[in-house]
């Protein structure tokens, strides 16, 4: 009866058809799911997405993410979380495509949190390489400095990449590169992030570079703030500071 109600009826019955084989169906009913992922309705259709995501394995990854951008109303968090689930032997597919001009920016950045929760640590030089071209889409640059956040091992010049991003005009941006530099960054980053903490207009970009202050263990930096007098400053990085015995 599922199978029948999947091609009739209101959209509400498709939906609780699509979910009742993906819920009791398995793998054997991939393609059944497969011909939703092409239902008229989004709702349905994502309904579709995550349960052939459960069932299939990376030889179905193509298929899926060709469907994300008709998805784009659709959380990028529960997209990402049901690509997980095709597993890490998809991860290839997903550092290819985040790479491929072709894809609209939703769909790479899409690339890039999949990577991000798989801990694909392979998927950081070419992460660092888009990050080059500073005029990228500001939802795709912060899901490739969280990416780098979660697997970037850093350097000199890969940091010094992060830095321009640490004065975008974007809070949200500055937010992620700041606390990028509090993974892998090193003595040359301490000055950029004591800057964001005394002068960034954002109060939420200033505690994010407290933060990574904090991360790197700059206590002896973050205790001059704290005495500066300076507001903000003073007031952010006092609450970071860890409590004297």
Same mark, same amino acid.
């Given at each position: ?87 890490? =032997? ?9 790479? !491929? ?85 090193? =003595? ?10 005394? !002068? ?9 570079? @407290? ?8 206590? !002896?930096?973050?205790?001059?703030? @704290? ?9 952010? @990085? ?8």
């Amino acid at each position: 009866f599922a199978e029948k109600d999947l091609r009739a009826g209101p959209r509400m019955v498709r939906a609780q058809a699509v979910r009742r084989i993906g819920l009791l169906g398995g793998p054997d009913y991939i393609p059944v799911l497969d011909e939703a992922l092409d239902d008229r309705s989004d709702f349905v259709a994502f309904i579709a997405f995550q349960h052939l995501a459960r069932w299939s394995g990376p030889d179905e990854a193509p298929r899926l993410l060709g469907a994300v951008s008709r998805l784009s109303r659709v959380d990028r968090v529960q997209l990402v979380s049901a690509l997980v689930e095709v597993g890490e =032997e998809a991860a290839p597919l997903f550092r290819e495509e985040l790479r !491929n001009e072709d894809r609209t920016p939703f769909e790479r950045a899409v690339c890039a949190e999949t990577l991000r929760w798989l801990g694909a640590g392979d998927a950081a030089p070419g992460a660092f390489d888009l990050l080059k071209t500073p005029d990228a889409d500001p939802e795709l640059t912060a899901a490739l400095l969280r990416l780098l956040r979660r697997v970037g091992v850093g350097g000199p010049r890969d940091a010094a990449i992060i830095h321009q991003y640490c004065r975008a005009d974007v809070p949200f941006i500055r937010i992620q590169a700041t606390r990028a530099l509090g993974q892998f960054g090193g =003595e040359r980053d301490v000055s950029i992030l004591v800057d964001r903490v005394q !002068n960034d207009p954002s109060r939420w970009v200033a505690l994010s570079a @407290a933060q990574s202050l904090a991360d790197l263990g700059r206590t !002896n930096e973050l205790r001059r703030l @704290a005495t500066s007098g300076e507001g903000q400053a003073s007031t952010i @990085a006092s609450d970071l500071l860890p409590a004297e015995a």
